[in-house]
């Protein structure tokens, strides 16, 4: 079974800043089969990036997905103010398995 | 527009069976490659995946909790409905039902608001 490891666990930021958050696979994940989710505080994730780089539907630009084999980034290249949340990655090539998450908090 | 919403109850004792159900309406449960899941998220924790239901009825089921769980589908009420045996405060979290679109592509694009369930006497 992988195991995906993110990190840092928590990363303090202002808005404006570059966020880059990791995001490592035990073993290297099939066709890039990765994805990222956006949860903000009491609400359900929302779908971010798949397939390691592709953005899902409506997500700004400032959002992006990259790596390969074992190493993900998620980056978002200049925080606003409802980026502060906590974000998941996400392998799917076998049932479902979550990383513990990266919360992004404000500064 | 497609919309998923959990329901069933707030509150269950220890020991017993947990019933959620999740109504879909925007799209057929039994359209060529929808399937349906169960996500659960205990408080101040990481999601975890629970069960799956595929358009053609074949179910998956997390191992460590293959034993307690069971998912159906009702596909003229736009239904699916998941039961949870032997419930243990340890089962306290927000249950979220999620879509799953695609053949490959098995990740989630739709997910349900979710609904807080709390293990308690």
């Known amino acids: 079974e992988i195991v995906l490891t993110q990190s840092p666990g928590t990363l303090s930021l202002s808005p404006g800043e570059r966020a880059t958050l990791s995001c490592r696979a035990s073993?290297?994940?099939?066709?890039?089969?990765l994805a990222w989710y956006q949860q903000k505080s009491g609400q359900a994730p929302r779908l971010l990036i798949y397939g390691a780089s592709s953005r899902a539907t409506d997500i700004p630009d400032r959002f992006s997905g990259s790596g390969s084999g074992t190493d993900f980034n998620l980056t978002i290249s200049r925080l606003e103010p409802e980026d502060f949340a906590v974000y998941y990655c996400?392998?799917?090539?076998?049932?479902?398995?979550f990383g513990q998450g990266t919360k992004v908090e404000m500064k | 527009q497609v919309t998923l919403k959990e329901s069933g109850p707030a509150l269950v004792k220890p020991t017993q069976t947990l019933t959620l159900t999740c109504t879909i309406s925007g799209f057929s449960l039994s359209t060529h490659l929808m399937r349906m899941n169960w996500i659960r998220q205990p408080p101040g924790k990481a999601l975890e995946w629970l069960a799956r239901i595929d358009w053609d009825d074949e179910k998956f089921y997390t191992t460590s909790l293959k034993s307690r769980l069971t998912v159906s589908k009702d596909t003229s009420k736009n239904q699916v409905v998941l039961t949870m045996t032997n419930m243990d405060p340890m089962d306290t979290a927000t249950y979220y039902c999620?879509?799953?679109?695609?053949?490959?592509?098995?990740?989630?694009?739709?997910w349900g608001q979710g609904i807080l369930v709390t293990v308690s006497s």
């Open positions: 999620a879509r799953i679109r695609g053949g490959a592509d098995l990740y989630f694009d739709y």
């Open positions: 073993q290297s994940v099939a066709n890039n089969f």
């Open positions: 996400q392998l799917y090539g076998s049932l479902g398995t």
